[in-house]
């Protein structure tokens, strides 16, 4: 098969794809290796036509200037220069548009001069035409046309198609975009784009295509170069938000791809979870940066304050690529400000130099010499109280906190509340209120509130504070006239007409 598609490619005079197959077939030293080759020859050049679709293949391969692999310096000093956003879901609401617009002026202010937009899919909330349209007629008026422009393919951008094909081929008509994986070189950086096949929500990757990332991978790698590959769903347990939203089908293969290449940076969206939090910087092979959401944050299920924080919260990177840094500056779009520190990888590229890693925080978060943790006055019920808190620091994040209830005389567990530490927040609060339910009257209790880290460091000194839930005593009369009058107020809409509150009683 390999010798066939060399000879095609002979016969079809594409000489600089015929040597780099030849390069590339002499580094392969095993079978697989060749047969992933051959898949990546097919799917790069005649992919489209052997498939039967337009809706993959790549434009690059051919029509690069022959310089492409050098190194192009700005006139500030820098090599490379580009935003990387995600999630913007145009059609969920009103909002969509006007967040994406306020987002790309922002950056026109904070990156006047970028080389490449780059957007990990999810341009779309349901991929219909439309929505396409009102996408595209933002990112035109705002866009930087001197750029290159690399969008990414999302399972949402499937989402109004009756095939995947259809997708593939609205996303390419639209956008413009060659394939829905594709390459580019810009400014002597190799930047890959790879794209879900299917709607599934943790992504469809075939073979052919991982055969492509292979050989494209291989072109012109050196350790001293970022490669920079871009995609929707993280790979599972690698980012922060992985775990719950990361690509499962093939997520084995596609790290054992790139873990050949510690030089690779990888760009994920699809979980929405938030960039402040440090795991959202992940090395262990190679490098992945979670890239949050435009539209709407999302985070981890099961906390005391749900999983969506505020919808007016927007965020993404700027990348600055140095000769021996890759500098990824966290922005707060919605603050119109950076949020924490930059995350910095160095070059050349060697993982016993990473930062990044999935050990870095062994340090428990604590509690300052005054904190406290009491019962808000006038708080206590005969199943519930509410409980306040001042909160802890750590060398690296507060993410959360557990409140574990216990019966004071027997010490048998009776609650635990799950909740952030609200790092979303800005600033963030100083103490947390938190009701503590389904107690029993009249019953003393011991509430104990540890802190715990991005890392799974919990502090080691709890604050502790006990009180006792109120007995149970009939409704006074003034009390049931108010809970009678704001449960009629609450059974009427706003034309005064009963609901149905009461009608099956
Ligand atoms: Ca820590």
Redesign the pocket.
């Known amino acids: 098969m390999e010798h066939w598609l060399v000879n095609h490619l002979e016969e079809t005079g594409v000489s600089d794809v015929i040597k780099e197959t030849r390069r590339l077939a002499s580094r392969a030293a095993t079978a697989v290796a060749a047969m992933l080759l051959a898949q990546s020859i097919g799917t790069g050049l005649i992919g489209a036509k052997a498939e039967g679709t337009a809706a993959v293949g790549s434009s690059a391969a051919v029509v690069e200037p022959t310089d492409r692999y050098t190194t192009v310096k700005r006139s500030d000093g820098l090599n490379l220069v580009f935003p990387v956003i995600s999630d913007i879901h145009i059609g969920a609401g009103d909002k969509a548009v006007t967040k994406f617009t306020s987002v790309m002026k922002q950056i026109n202010r904070i990156a006047p001069h970028y080389d490449a937009m780059v957007s990990a899919g999810d341009l779309t909330d349901k991929g219909e035409a439309a929505q396409y349209d009102s996408f595209m007629a933002v990112y035109n008026s705002q866009k930087q046309a001197s750029a290159r422009h690399l969008l990414a393919i999302g399972n949402h951008d499937y989402y109004g198609s009756s095939s995947a094909s259809r997708a593939q081929k609205l996303f390419m008509d639209k956008t413009g975009m060659p394939g829905i994986y594709y390459d580019a070189w810009i400014n002597g950086y190799h930047f890959i784009v790879i794209g879900s096949e299917s709607k599934t929500t943790n992504g469809t990757l075939s073979d052919r295509q991982l055969g492509w990332l292979n050989a494209k991978l291989a072109d012109h790698a050196s350790a001293d170069k970022p490669i920079f590959v871009i995609f929707h769903q993280h790979i599972s347990n690698t980012v922060y938000g992985s775990d719950e939203w990361g690509h499962t089908q093939k997520h084995k293969q596609l790290y054992a791809i790139l873990a050949r290449y510690p030089q690779v940076i990888t760009f994920s969206g699809h979980s929405h979870y938030m960039l402040n939090d440090p795991r959202s910087a992940h090395q262990r092979d190679f490098t992945s940066f979670g890239t949050a959401s435009v539209r709407y944050p999302e985070l981890e299920s099961g906390m005391a304050q749900g999983s969506h924080p505020s919808d007016d919260i927007a965020q993404g990177y700027i990348v600055q690529v140095k000769d021996k840094q890759v500098i990824v500056k966290r922005r707060d779009f919605h603050r119109d400000d950076w949020t924490g520190e930059d995350w910095i990888v160095d070059y050349p590229a060697r993982k016993s130099a990473f930062r990044y890693t999935d050990d870095r925080?062994k340090?428990?978060?604590q509690f300052g010499p005054a904190a406290k943790a009491v019962i808000m006055p006038g708080s206590i019920r005969g199943t519930q109280a509410t409980v306040s808190f001042n909160q802890a620091s750590?060398?690296?994040?507060v993410h959360s906190y557990d409140i574990e209830v216990s019966r004071a005389s027997t010490g048998k567990h009776a609650l635990t509340v799950h909740a952030f530490s609200e790092f979303y927040k800005y600033p963030m609060p100083s103490s947390l209120s938190f009701e503590l339910k389904g107690l029993t009257p009249d019953t003393a209790y011991v509430a104990k509130v540890v802190a715990i880290?991005s890392?799974g460091?919990r502090s080691a000194k709890p604050l502790a504070v006990s009180f006792r839930t109120a007995k149970l005593s009939p409704l006074r009369a003034g009390e049931v006239t108010r809970l009678l009058s704001l449960s009629m107020y609450n059974a009427m809409d706003g034309a005064s007409r009963w609901l149905r509150l009461y009608s099956d009683q």
């Open positions: 925080d340090e428990k978060p750590d060398n690296l994040f880290d890392f460091n």
